[in-house]
């Protein structure tokens, strides 16, 4: 098992950035893929990025070009660098390990004022 904890949320103004930050309670060298997922209120939970074990990369195409997930096995981390932030953006963001049925965080709030 392992848990992970997701921070780095918060309020921001359309336009802005935010880092989101997922630390495990183990080393993530195994756990594959790594990734983020977001639920806006009223909305199902959608997938947002992943990264391999290999940092092989793939976004949803509501933030391509905008979002960039990366990963620091050495502090057993998965960040979620967020820029040009829209209100459409909003929601909770959930950190995930091997997909769906693995393992979760507890969730950031991201909020994005227009």
């Known amino acids: 098992q392992v848990q992970l904890v997701d921070s780095g949320g918060g309020l921001v103004q359309a336009g802005g950035s935010l880092r989101l930050s997922c630390t495990a309670s183990?080393?993530?060298?195994?756990?594959?893929?790594m990734g983020w997922y977001r639920q806006a209120p009223g909305k199902q939970r959608e997938l947002v990025a992943t990264?391999?074990?290999?940092?092989?990369?793939d976004y949803a195409d509501s933030v391509k070009g905008r979002f960039t997930i990366s990963r620091d096995n050495r502090k057993n981390t998965v960040y979620l660098q967020m820029t040009s932030l829209k209100s459409e953006d909003t929601a909770v963001y959930y950190c995930?390990?091997?997909?769906?049925?693995?393992?979760w965080g507890q969730g950031t709030q991201v909020t994005v004022s227009s």
């Open positions: 995930n390990g091997k997909g769906p049925f693995g393992y």
């Open positions: 990264i391999t074990s290999g940092s092989s990369t």
């Open positions: 183990r080393s993530i060298v195994s756990i594959n893929p």
